[in-house]
């Protein structure tokens, strides 16, 4: 099996999985938050918690070991803007909010039938990769240039202080994740916290050591939605001379993961806007979120479980812009 084919089988095996997993246990950030901030419902924001330790714990332990070189993630570039990535950060979690979910919940929810899901995916798509490398490209590279500051993780510190900084991060997320075991209580939010963090670690894995080829480098992610959005979208119009990559290949995977439990659970029916007033609000969070995960290099998944499995410093200000704009939109929607 060559790297091309491995790359591809990965990314639609992982991308499956998580489709199946978010159709039958409605993993969601935005969902987690809005639960937890209006009626204090705690076990989808506790999932999320759990999915994100056991990236942590997986994603380390493959770096500790020597399987994947984490230095090689965009999460852990060597400079980062200090103005794009919160301000994106905000941008995204404010339009999650608006459209009613993130990337990863849009597609499944769109695998379902639903067309306001729809809309947004498109609208997300185009606007990051405008914002990519479209018409803002040039206005992003600059500021991005101008605002420059050398990027940090864990991994620059001694190996003293990782391991207690480390072990006491993983703590507390252990701790919020079965706070008065109230996840135990809800067993699809505790098998999905599982899945999902296991997924990410599978990513890291896939495109680190499975694909690894010195002769034919690959690049070393894991689970994101934006930017594979909008390739997915590009790659349907014109992918004569283009090759699937992890990203795209995920995608398809979700949508299929996701149609399919759709159709066994009879979930399959097709959802529209009820408003000209709710479509609108439906694009602009799709235009926020595509425009906002461009600049803050990754989404509530991106960021907020493969990024932060990295350590990297960059990884948690987005996700911190990520939760104030969500708090902000949810004033507005």
């Not at 990236?55 to 090689?72: E, H, M, P, W």
């Not at 695998?111 to 914002?131: D, F, P």
């Not at 790659?235 to 004569?240: E, S, W």
């Not at 932060?308 to 939109?329: D, K, P």
Request: glycine share 12%; hydrophobic share 50%.
């Amino acid at each position: 099996m060559n790297v091309q084919d491995i790359i591809v089988g990965s990314g639609l095996l992982i991308g499956l999985i998580f489709g199946a997993t978010g159709q039958f246990s409605g993993f969601c950030l935005n969902r987690a938050l809005k639960e937890y901030w209006q009626s204090g419902a705690m076990q989808k924001a506790q999932s999320f918690v759990l999915a994100l330790c056991i990236a942590i714990i997986g994603t380390q332990s493959l770096a500790q070991f020597g399987v994947i070189d984490l230095s090689k993630s965009i999460y852990r570039a060597p400079v980062f803007s200090w103005l794009l990535v919160p301000l994106g950060g905000v941008l995204f979690g404010y339009g999650m909010m608006l459209a009613n979910g993130c990337g990863a919940r849009t597609l499944v929810l769109c695998a379902q039938g639903n067309l306001r899901s729809l809309v947004v995916l498109l609208c997300l798509g185009i606007s990051a990769y405008a914002t990519l490398t479209g018409v803002l490209g040039p206005l992003r590279l600059s500021l991005s240039q101008m605002t420059a500051v050398s990027g940090a993780s864990i991994a620059d510190l001694s190996l003293v202080t990782q391991a207690l900084l480390l072990g006491a991060l993983l703590l507390c997320l252990a701790v919020f994740s079965f706070w008065k075991l109230e996840l135990l209580k809800h067993k699809k939010d505790l098998f999905a916290g599982f899945v999902m963090g296991l997924l990410i670690v599978a990513g890291w894995f896939s495109t680190g050591w499975l694909a690894f080829d010195e002769f034919e480098p690959v690049n070393l992610v894991s689970l994101t939605f934006v930017a594979p959005i909008g390739e997915t979208i590009q790659y349907a119009m014109i992918a004569t001379g283009m090759k699937l990559s992890f990203g795209v290949s995920s995608v398809l995977g979700v949508l299929l993961g996701s149609f399919l439990v759709a159709c066994l659970s009879k979930r399959l029916h097709l959802q529209g806007f009820s408003s000209p007033k709710e479509m609108l609000r439906y694009i602009a969070g799709g235009v926020c979120m595509g425009t906002g995960g461009a600049l803050a290099l990754g989404c509530s998944i991106g960021q907020g479980l493969t990024g932060l499995s990295t350590l990297a410093l960059s990884s948690v200000i987005a996700m911190a812009g990520i939760l104030c704009g969500a708090r902000l939109g949810l004033r507005h929607s």
